[in-house]
């Protein structure tokens, strides 16, 4: 399983890491990218900037939206791809749809046949086991009212990004609510996962809590 978890996607910090991910040359490269985390969102320069990053690299990019797909369609839609990249927005709104359209089921899937995950904020978040990082701070509002946090469990830790030093607290207060690991990410960061491998792009200063291990 490869994934690709990031808090604003491929930065200069991390391009490097992701190049290696995707092992062909990224001309060669198609991205399926799903803005639909930022639907109920008012501003959305992130989904423009998110695609120049991936056309910035060479890479072509054809956009899906979750809230007219359905499992059958999405997998044929998703198949071409080499990398999937699920941007940010509204993580509950985000997490809400992924279960409707079967994304969620589609992912592991395709993800099993050698197709790379690409999370951006919101999109790293439902790869966690759950969604509960979005409570512990106040500007991802649970406006749908979704009371099933659980997520697509890619991966067996939770994630805080666009970390910087004033959500110290807040941090520290959220993990005492949780028995799973976490790690913080800031925007020149993003976990790697490459099958049992789990490393660190950026700067290598991680913040962790309960336990969270990178590779050896």
Do not use: C, H, R, W
């Given at each position: 399983m490869k994934l690709f978890l990031s808090s604003a996607g491929i930065q200069p910090e991390t391009k490097q890491a992701f190049l290696d991910l995707i092992e062909k040359d990224p001309k060669d490269c198609k991205v399926a990218f799903i803005p639909t985390g930022a639907d109920p969102q008012e501003k959305k320069q992130h989904v423009q900037r998110t695609i120049d990053q991936i056309?910035?690299?060479?890479?072509?990019?054809?956009?899906?939206?979750?809230?007219?797909?359905?499992?059958?369609?999405?997998?044929?839609?998703l198949s071409p791809a080499d990398a999937i990249c699920v941007n940010g927005g509204n993580t509950f709104y985000l997490l809400d749809w992924v279960k409707k359209s079967g994304f969620d089921k589609v992912a592991k899937r395709l993800l099993n046949e050698g197709k790379i995950y690409f999370g951006i904020s919101a999109g790293s978040y439902i790869a966690c086991p759950t969604i509960e990082v979005s409570n512990w701070r106040n500007h991802d509002n649970n406006t749908i009212d979704l009371k099933d946090l659980s997520a697509m469990n890619l991966v067996d830790f939770l994630m805080f990004v666009h970390y910087s030093q004033e959500w110290i607290e807040t941090v520290e207060d959220g993990?005492?609510?949780?028995?799973?690991?976490?790690?913080?990410?800031?925007?020149?960061?993003?976990?790697?996962?490459?099958?049992?491998?789990?490393?660190?792009?950026?700067?290598?200063?991680?913040?962790?809590?309960?336990?969270?291990?990178?590779?050896?």
């Open positions: 056309e910035d690299l060479g890479m072509s990019l054809f956009k899906v939206d979750l809230k007219i797909e359905n499992e059958q369609s999405l997998y044929e839609k993990y005492k609510t949780t028995q799973l690991p976490v790690v913080v990410l800031t925007d020149k960061q993003a976990i790697v996962v490459n099958g049992d491998k789990i490393s660190l792009a950026g700067p290598q200063e991680v913040l962790t809590f309960n336990n969270f291990k990178l590779s050896q």
